[in-house]
C-alpha cells in the first residue's frame, strides 16, 4: 500500500494567516490526490481534486499543487469557519489511502 | 438534491455481524459508484471499498477481504454494506459517499457523503 504522510500533524495559527500543509506519498502517484476538510462532529468534504482542481463552491483561498511524490495544500489567508482537520488522499493505485491528517487550531 | 441517508448507530458483540444502509435521493443511483469509508475514534479515515450500483460490481480493500459485503438494491436506491467477524478495532463511524462517475476518488465530480453510522463493538 502507498503510504501518505503529512506534516505536520497539528499546527496553530492566526486568523489572516497563510498556511500550508504538506503530503508526501511513498512511491510516485502522478496528481492521482486530494484533499478534504473535516470539522469536528462533521462529515468530510473534498476541497481539491487531482492534485491542483479545486472543488466547486470552495472558497479560493484553497489552493492544491504538486505532482509525483510532494504535494501541499495552501489557505492564502485563514478564517475562523478553516479551522479543521484536514487530510490528503491518494488514489494512483488500491487501496486508497489518506494521510494521518492535518489538525489546524486557532492561535 | 442529492442525499445520503444511512442506517442508526448499531451496538454489537465480538463476533457478530453489522449491515449499514445508505439510501440514495435526487440523482441516478446506478449511475455513481458508491465508497464506504470508515473512522474510528479519534482517528483518520480508512477506505473500504466501492460498490457499482449498476453491476454489482466491487472493489474491496484486501484488509476487509473475506469479511466485507458490499450489496446494491437498485429498486430502492440503496446501498449496503456489511462487516462480519467484528472485533473492538472495527469500531468506528462508517460512512458512505459518491465523488462521481468513476471509481476514482480523486478525479472531478461532486462529493456527497452519508451522514455516518456509529458502530460498537463491545462485550
Known amino acids: 500500500d502507498i503510504q501518505m504522510t503529512q506534516s505536520p500533524s497539528a499546527m496553530s495559527a492566526f486568523v489572516g494567516d497563510r498556511v500550508t500543509i504538506t503530503c508526501r506519498a511513498s512511491?510516485?502517484?502522478?496528481?492521482?490526490l486530494a484533499w478534504f476538510q473535516q470539522k469536528p462532529g462533521k462529515v468530510p468534504k473534498r476541497l481539491i481534486y487531482a492534485s491542483s482542481s479545486l472543488q466547486s463552491g470552495v472558497p479560493s483561498r484553497f489552493s492544491g499543487s504538486g505532482s509525483g511524490t510532494e504535494f501541499t495544500l495552501t489557505i492564502s489567508s485563514l478564517q475562523p469557519e478553516d479551522f479543521a482537520t484536514y487530510y490528503c488522499?491518494?488514489?494512483?493505485?488500491?487501496?486508497?489511502?489518506f494521510g494521518q491528517g492535518t489538525r489546524l487550531e486557532i492561535k | 438534491q442529492v442525499q445520503l441517508v444511512q442506517s442508526g448507530a448499531e451496538v454489537k458483540k465480538p463476533g457478530a455481524s453489522v449491515k449499514v444502509s445508505c439510501k440514495a435521493s435526487g440523482y441516478t443511483f446506478t449511475g455513481y459508484y458508491m465508497h464506504w469509508v470508515r473512522q474510528a475514534p479519534g482517528q483518520g479515515l480508512e477506505w473500504m471499498g466501492w460498490i457499482s450500483p449498476n453491476s454489482g460490481d466491487t472493489n474491496y480493500a484486501q484488509k476487509f477481504q473475506g469479511r466485507v459485503t458490499m450489496t446494491g438494491d437498485t429498486s430502492i436506491s440503496t446501498a449496503y454494506m456489511d462487516l462480519s467477524r467484528l472485533t473492538s478495532d472495527d469500531t468506528a463511524v462508517y460512512y458512505c459517499?459518491?465523488?462521481?462517475?468513476?471509481?476514482?476518488?480523486?478525479?472531478?465530480?461532486?462529493?456527497?457523503w452519508g451522514q455516518g453510522t456509529l458502530v460498537t463493538v463491545s462485550s
Open positions: 459517499a459518491t465523488l462521481g462517475p468513476t471509481t476514482s476518488l480523486t478525479a472531478a465530480g461532486t462529493d456527497y
Open positions: 512511491q510516485g502517484i502522478s496528481n492521482y
Open positions: 488522499l491518494q488514489h494512483n493505485s488500491y487501496p486508497p489511502t
